[in-house]
């Protein structure tokens, strides 16, 4: 697992921190197209997405934080003391109010279709309007249509430098860029981990289905597609994806899915109960006793991991889910909730 971010910050030498450059403000960074201007560090800001509030409670930034919203799973447990500090605004999205009402100097924001051009909780330009700065995760820009598909459409695979790129603005915006440098250093030692792991293995022939959700278990379910941040781990660790869509977060029947016959079936776990098949419990119920999913190699192999959500989000989650699928495909167990 990730070295909690103390413990790499105490191993910082002085002289390392003095060589981290200092933020000169006024700060303008071009984000996802946008330039935003910060005349100073945020004192306050306002998240929404879990990948954003995790990334800034590495980052040491967890007092800067007025609220939070959009959860998938229960804050990880090196950060829940500073999390049970800051005000939930919301559950999923938040009302523009909700947000504007925290007097933000800064919202970072996971998703576009949160905030953006068809915005769910405002446009970019109804912030800037108010002169607060939004801040979008670039991994869910850059390469990417949102205007395409339910979730967007990926345009060109997604990069794990998106994320870093992510830190280290996000640090250079707090002006915290040794914390930023130490953060990014433990997130590729964790990916080169995950890869270790499976050095040796023949894993030509491997496979393997994410299933996030579904709107009701009756329904097609929510896969992960193709270039998207799920495939992303796949292809990291050797292993093919059987969806070719190139949505984010397609829907495809079970019929054609399990034609596909993936080798692994990696559900995801969720703490938010937005549809009946977030709970991980129900779909494993469902893969066992359907008649066209109970009949899949992986479910009658047991080849099923369950995987909280937010790892198959590009924030630091991510790599801990990289550890998790690395050491159940290298060992050819499931890894268990």
Not at 271 to 298: H, I, W
Request: glycine share 8%.
């Amino acid at each position: 697992m990730l070295p909690r971010l103390a413990t790499l910050l105490a191993g910082l030498t002085l002289s390392g921190l003095a060589q981290a450059s200092a933020t000169h403000y006024p700060l303008t960074l071009d984000n996802c197209g946008v330039p935003q201007t910060f005349a100073q560090a945020p004192e306050r800001a306002v998240t929404i997405g879990q990948a954003g509030t995790e990334l800034l409670y590495a980052l040491g930034l967890g007092e800067r934080l007025a609220g939070t919203s959009l959860w998938f799973n229960n804050v990880l447990p090196e950060f829940k003391a500073q999390n049970d500090q800051v005000e939930r605004l919301a559950d999923n999205e938040p009302s523009f109010e909700a947000v504007v009402g925290k007097r933000p100097q800064l919202v970072a924001v996971q998703f576009e279709w949160m905030v953006g051009a068809q915005g769910a909780v405002a446009t970019r330009e109804q912030f800037a309007e108010l002169h607060i700065p939004t801040y979008l995760l670039p991994s869910d820009c850059e390469g990417k249509d949102n205007l395409v598909g339910a979730d967007g459409t990926r345009l060109r695979p997604f990069k794990v430098e998106s994320i870093y790129k992510s830190i280290s603005q996000l640090a250079e915006i707090f002006d915290v860029q040794a914390r930023g440098n130490a953060l990014n250093t433990a997130l590729q030692d964790s990916l080169l981990r995950a890869q270790r792991q499976l050095a040796g293995k023949d894993l030509a022939h491997t496979s393997a289905l994410f299933w996030f959700s579904s709107a009701d278990l009756a329904l097609d379910p929510y896969v992960a597609g193709r270039q998207g941040v799920a495939d992303f781990m796949l292809q990291t660790l050797g292993v093919r994806n059987v969806v070719e869509s190139s949505e984010e977060w397609p829907t495809v029947g079970w019929e054609t899915l399990a034609r596909a016959n993936p080798t692994w079936l990696i559900v995801a776990r969720m703490d938010r109960r937005r549809y009946p098949a977030d709970d991980y419990q129900k779909k494993l119920e469902f893969l066992r006793t359907d008649p066209v999913t109970r009949n899949m190699d992986a479910v009658q192999q047991g080849r099923i991991i369950v995987l909280d959500a937010d790892a198959m989000q590009a924030g630091i989650r991510l790599f801990r889910g990289l550890e998790v699928l690395s050491a159940a495909f290298a060992s050819g167990k499931a890894a268990q909730p």
